[in-house]
């Protein structure tokens, strides 16, 4: 019943900027953490941004001062502005909420950053 769907990634050159979406249906959102992961060939799965259901906002290092999560609790969406992206940004980007002891994961987007 709870479903999360991300959207708006996609292929852009290096410098540039893209903003991903993850639509939230099931859940009491306004309360819920969100989270935004990505995942690169290769690598393990990161977790990039957290935005809490106070609105309050953490970052991995990689992405401090480039991308900024928020959040539209009318829209029942989190986002995530990506700015000044890098190649090493390429990445299936996932959007994830927890519950207890229950995961919940949309089923990726994939961003490319290239020239």
């Known amino acids: 019943q709870v479903q999360l769907v991300e959207s708006g990634g996609g292929l852009v050159q290096p410098g540039g900027s893209l903003r991903l979406s993850c639509a939230a249906s099931?859940?009491?959102?306004?309360?819920?953490?969100m989270n935004w992961y990505r995942q690169a060939p290769g690598k393990q799965r990161e977790l990039v941004a957290v935005?809490?259901?106070?609105?309050?906002?953490n970052y991995a290092d990689s992405v401090k001062g480039r991308f900024t999560i928020s959040r539209d609790n009318a829209k029942s969406t989190v986002y995530l502005q990506m700015n000044s992206l890098k190649p090493e940004d390429t990445a299936v980007y996932y959007c994830?909420?927890?519950?207890?002891?229950?995961?919940?994961w949309g089923q990726g987007t994939q961003v490319t950053v290239s020239s």
């Open positions: 099931g859940i009491v959102f306004s309360i819920r953490a």
């Open positions: 994830n909420t927890n519950r207890g002891k229950y995961e919940y």
């Open positions: 935005i809490t259901g106070g609105s309050s906002t």
